[in-house]
């Protein structure tokens, strides 16, 4: 079965930076499309972060929203995704999900791209 646990949310000043983990398990991190998806109060879910990886090597996306700011990363040892978010602003304040669809080696650019989402950790960007 496959489980995703978001940690490292919390509340950060403008201009911080943080980074948000994503413990995986049930799947091999290899051989899926991840992602980084967020959800503000009002507001349609939004993929900030994807990762894929192909015989041509890893591809990532990111919308314009924070692209420069944000990276997606994995690390296969740990089995872990990360996203670091440097120079944060206030409408970046959203919950943030971990998203996977098994076995694609696409990014995806939307919600509905990805099948298993974990409990999500929240991010407040306030002075």
């Known amino acids: 079965q496959v489980q995703l646990v978001e940690s490292g949310g919390g509340l950060v000043q403008p201009g911080e930076s943080l980074t948000l983990s994503c413990l995986t398990s049930g799947f091999t991190l290899a051989s899926a499309r991840i992602g980084w998806v967020r959800q503000a109060p009002g507001k349609e879910r939004e993929v900030v972060a994807s990762?894929?990886?192909?015989?041509?090597?890893?591809?990532?996306y990111y919308p314009d929203s924070v692209k420069g700011r944000f990276t997606i990363s994995r690390d296969y040892a740990k089995n872990t995704v990360y996203l670091r978010m440097n120079s944060l602003k206030p409408e970046d304040t959203a919950v943030y999900y971990c998203a996977v669809r098994i076995g694609d080696y696409s990014v995806g650019y939307v919600e509905y791209e990805y099948d298993d989402w974990g409990q999500g950790t929240q991010v407040t960007v306030s002075s």
């Open positions: 990762i894929s990886s192909s015989v041509h090597g890893d591809k990532t």
